[in-house]
């Protein structure tokens, strides 16, 4: 099973984690076009890591792990989110978690 976990800060948000990347918060507004959300999912199951949520993801035949700024998903909500930048070996403190790949994103949107 492939895990990644996608990360988004916000304007305002904490600080970013040691070894974080960089995001854009410019980016994360609601109206971004489909274009700039390339990667979709349904959600299987959410974390919550105030200020944040990870996310795990079906997509195609693998699991994804996402993180974001607190978005409002549940259970079987279908999400799109941008490509973002993959870490490996990405361990959340506040999970005591280690998670193999991690895709940092800048939105997670959800869907219809």
């Known amino acids: 099973?492939?895990?990644?976990?996608?990360?988004s800060a916000a304007a305002g948000a904490q600080s970013l984690p040691?070894?974080?990347p960089s995001v854009n918060p410019a980016a994360a507004g609601k109206g971004a076009a489909a274009a700039q959300?390339?990667?979709?999912?349904?959600?299987i199951s959410t974390i919550a890591a105030?200020?944040?949520v990870y996310i795990e993801v079906a997509?195609?035949?693998?699991?994804?792990?996402?993180?974001?700024?607190?978005?409002?998903?549940?259970?079987?909500?279908?999400?799109?989110f941008d490509d973002g930048?993959?870490?490996?070996?990405f361990h959340s403190k506040t999970l005591n978690r280690t998670f193999p790949s991690v895709l940092f994103v800048n939105q997670v949107v959800v869907g219809k």
């Not at 959300?37 to 959600?43: A, E, S, T």
């Not at 993180?67 to 999400?79: C, S, Y």
């Open 18 to 20: 040691s070894g974080h």
């Open 50 to 52: 105030p200020p944040y």
């Open 85 to 89: 930048m993959v870490m490996t070996n």
């Open 1 to 7: 099973m492939l895990a990644l976990a996608v990360f």
């Open 37 to 43: 959300l390339p990667q979709q999912g349904k959600v």
């Open 59 to 80: 997509q195609d035949k693998k699991t994804l792990w996402l993180a974001a700024n607190a978005v409002p998903v549940k259970k079987g909500d279908l999400i799109r």
